[in-house]
């Protein structure tokens, strides 16, 4: 199983905004299913939303609004992006790369984004 | 948004055998609804143990089962051993709508 490597997390000050991104060195498979994840510190898991092959996203409704998913059409690239930023954000993001039928097969390590001022 | 409910926390002993549940406010899981079982240690990112209710995971152990029974999902642990220690997160596919998921339960082995 091919590693995922995930970067763009670092302070951000209340307002801003977020961008992730994750890559996977793998052959390109027709069907896959991209997901982020969020963690924070202390507390449970929080589905944020995913983004399947052919483009089509889906969104926590809580978030929608200040969330954005970007795959690469080989589905090795997948980014997240994440607007007014406040400290509630505060978390560690995970994406996981899978398939329609097992959606959650390849976790990335974690990126820790804290907001604060 | 539907909530997902799961015990906080459980204790079982070595060697013994427990049944973590999820389920949801909206009533009875059904066939169109998939759920997942995540296990997550101190420090690590979480791994999948159990898809579409009763799949295993290709590194999930044997000791690990899942269920969907009387429109509650299940995760039954046979045989616990002190690494099976850590937080058990479920998630239920609503359809082909959001995925949301449950509190956690933190598994303790004692």
């Known amino acids: 199983q091919a590693q995922i490597q995930q970067w763009g997390a670092g302070p951000l000050k209340p307002s801003a905004s977020l961008s992730l991104t994750c890559t996977v060195s793998?052959?390109?498979?027709?069907?896959?299913?991209w997901t982020w994840i969020r963690q924070p510190p202390g507390k449970g898991l929080e589905w944020i939303g995913d983004?399947?092959?052919?483009?089509?996203?889906r969104y926590n409704p809580s978030l929608k609004s200040r969330v954005g998913q970007l795959v690469d059409t080989s589905g090795n690239k997948f980014q997240l992006r994440m607007t007014s930023m406040t400290g509630a954000d505060t978390a560690v993001y995970y994406c996981v790369k899978g398939t329609q039928t097992s959606p959650f097969d390849n976790w990335g390590q974690g990126s820790l984004v804290t907001v604060s001022s | 948004q539907a909530a997902v409910t799961q015990d906080p926390s459980l204790t079982v002993s070595p060697g013994g055998t427990i049944t973590l549940t999820c389920g949801a406010d909206?009533?009875?899981?059904?066939?169109?609804?998939?759920v997942y079982w995540f296990q997550q240690k101190p420090g690590q990112a979480p791994r999948t143990l159990i898809y579409?209710?009763?799949k295993k995971s290709s590194w999930t152990p044997a000791r690990f089962s899942g269920s969907v029974l009387g429109g509650t999902a299940a995760l039954t642990l046979s045989g616990a051993q002190p690494d099976d220690e850590g937080d058990y997160y479920c998630l239920v596919a609503f359809n082909s709508g959001p995925r949301v998921f449950g509190g956690g339960t933190r598994l303790t082995v004692v």
């Open positions: 909206t009533g009875p899981l059904t066939s169109d609804q998939s």
């Open positions: 579409d209710g009763t």
């Open positions: 983004v399947n092959e052919r483009g089509f996203a």
């Open positions: 793998e052959t390109p498979f027709r069907d896959f299913l």
